[in-house]
Structure formats: C-alpha cells, structure tokens
C-alpha cells in the first residue's frame, strides 16, 4: 500500500488542520501526477543505494524466498490508480485535536488509512529509549473498512461497470490471453494480465484494465535492457492513441475512436513479449 509520511515536531506551531491539508494534499497530486513506474525505479535505485535489490527487500518484506514480486508491484500499482493509501503522522507528541482529526478521518474515508504514530524518547544514565506508539486504529475504524473492503474484480463486474464499447472489448481481450496462457488476476479496481511463464519460470505483470475504459500496457517489469524497453515504447506509440505514464506504462481511453488503433496494439504487444520473454 503506497505510504504517506509527514514528520513534525510537537514544537511545531502550525494549525492542526493546516498539516492535515497539507498532508491530503501530498496525497492527491502523489495520486495524480506519481507515475507506478516511477515508485518503482524510486525503490530500486533506494535499495542500490544500500547494497542491496528491490526485489530481496520485497522478499523480506514477505517473509519468503520465493515472494512474487511482480504481483507485489501489481497489487501496489493498483492501490496508488485507486487512491487506496496509507496517510502516517509522526510526531514526537500527538496533540488532541490531531489524533481526534486522525480518528474521524480514519473511520470516514473507506479508501484511505490515516494514522498518527507518536515517537516518546525516554533517556536515563546514558541510555536513550524510543516508545513509538500507533493512534487511530480504532475499533470503529476496523469495522468500518472491513465492512467496505472491495472484493476481486472479475471479468464480468468489469464489463457491467464499464462502457458498451469498453467492456466489448476488454472481454475478447481478456478471451485471447486465457487462451494463449496468459494469467488474468482480479484486483480490487480492475484486472492485471500477467505474461506466459518465462524461461526462468516468472510471470510478469503486462497489463491493466480498469472500468469504465482504461487500458494500460506496462513493461517496467519485463526483464529487458534500456534499448529493448525503448524499442518496444517506440514502436506501440506509433500505433497511436496510447499516450505516456512514465517510461514503461502507456495508456489509453477505449471507445469508438481509439477502438481499431487499441485492437491493433494489442495484438502487437502480445507477439513482442512471447519474442521477447523467449530470448530471456
């Protein structure tokens, strides 16, 4: 889930309600304007930085050796389209009236967690302790979002929220890669395709389908080097109507004027990943 922190001091003399607008504020143009690709490329040039891969520090994260990290991504690309976040505070001291704004925020929004983390500091004979403790989780809360957790989008949910041209084609899209193997994965805003199993036996998350016409083709997770991935940019922008979400996403409106140009690319996309995963 895509986390927003904001960090203060309880010296810090602000209005209350100034740090939460400012906070949703990150949050909606984080939404809008955070290409999915760029959090990732974000993550893995951070985990570089510290000797390590992203891919090992989402495996940790798991708690397995074999996490599937394409649909970690997948399932996080998801949650940021869909504003499904995770909004933190800390702050050395919780004021009142901020942890009441965390806890009626955080039963009012069903797609937002909000929370406010107080971090006490606690020192004695030299030794310093840190007391972090969560605000905002309240019961109320709880029931709340598990009353408004949104289930696996299927095939036909996505057709009956979609519009008529839309929805035509998203299920003969969706038809043509269960038959070629491809694997189609419900999430809770739309549906993610997953390629054919590669060589070293992955799937990798290739494209997004969310009602009521969005359709994305993503390539930052193929296993492909910088000229590969901008040969295969270059050559789906050519086909027309896609426009750029960062390096490795292209998206798309589907109706009656992109419709034809849509058809076309996609059959295209899908021969590129079959070469291309058989060369990996």
Known sequence: MPTFVECKRASDTRNRREVVAQMLDYAANGIAYWPPDRLRQAATETAQAAGTSIDEQISQLLGSGDADVDAFWATAEANLRSGHVRLVFVA?????????????????????????????????????VVVPRVLGLTEAARASKRRRAGLP?????????????????????????????????????????????????????????????RFEFSFGSLPLDESEAASLRTELLAKGHFAERGRYTLRTNVNEETLSAVRDTFEHFLRRVEELLVRH
Request: with cysteine.
């Open 153 to 213: 989008m299927t095939v036909d949910r996505l057709v009956e929220q979609s519009t008529e041209v839309a929805g035509r084609f998203f299920r003969s899209a969706l038809d043509e890669c269960a038959s070629r193997g491809y694997e189609v994965v419900g999430r809770e805003t739309g549906i993610c395709v997953r390629s054919n199993r590669s060589g070293s036996g992955r799937r990798y998350a290739i494209m997004w389908l969310g009602p009521p016409d």
């Open 92 to 128: 050395d001291e919780i004021p009142r009236e901020l942890r009441r704004l965390v806890e009626f925020l955080n039963e009012k929004m069903a797609d937002v967690e909000v929370l406010a983390v107080e971090v006490k500091q606690f020192v004695t004979s030299g030794h310093r």
